[in-house]
């Protein structure tokens, strides 16, 4: 089992900006991708953002060019920078990781909260 911390999360108002850190008790060059998902009250988990262990990236339309998912291979982790947050960014945000071909793991989450 591989531990996923994340942290970062908390009250922000709209417009402002959120760092989010996903550190991983392993090497994260053991991780096919690392990403980050969200799930809103009422809703289903969704993808926000993922990079892959050669560091090519996929984001969801609706965070494109506001979010930016980077990683430190010396740190073992992820973060996932958010600028110009919305309300309806407003979730809690997981680290997930993934190797090939279905072993998946997942963080405890991180409450982000988009209010004026």
């Known amino acids: 089992q591989v531990q996923l911390v994340e942290s970062g999360g908390g009250l922000v108002q709209p417009g402002g900006s959120l760092r989010l850190s996903c550190a991983a008790a392993a090497s994260i060059f053991s991780f096919n991708t690392m990403g980050w998902y969200r799930q809103a009250p009422g809703k289903q988990r969704e993808l926000v953002a993922r990079?892959?262990?050669?560091?090519?990236?996929k984001y969801d339309e609706s965070v494109k060019g506001r979010f930016t998912i980077s990683r430190d291979n010396a740190k073992n982790t992820v973060y996932l920078q958010m600028n110009s947050l919305k309300p309806e960014d407003t979730a809690v945000y997981y680290c997930?990781?993934?190797?090939?071909?279905?072993?998946?793991?997942w963080g405890q989450g991180t409450q982000v909260t988009v209010s004026s």
């Open positions: 990079i892959s262990s050669r560091g090519s990236t």
């Open positions: 997930n990781a993934v190797i090939y071909p279905a072993m998946e793991y």
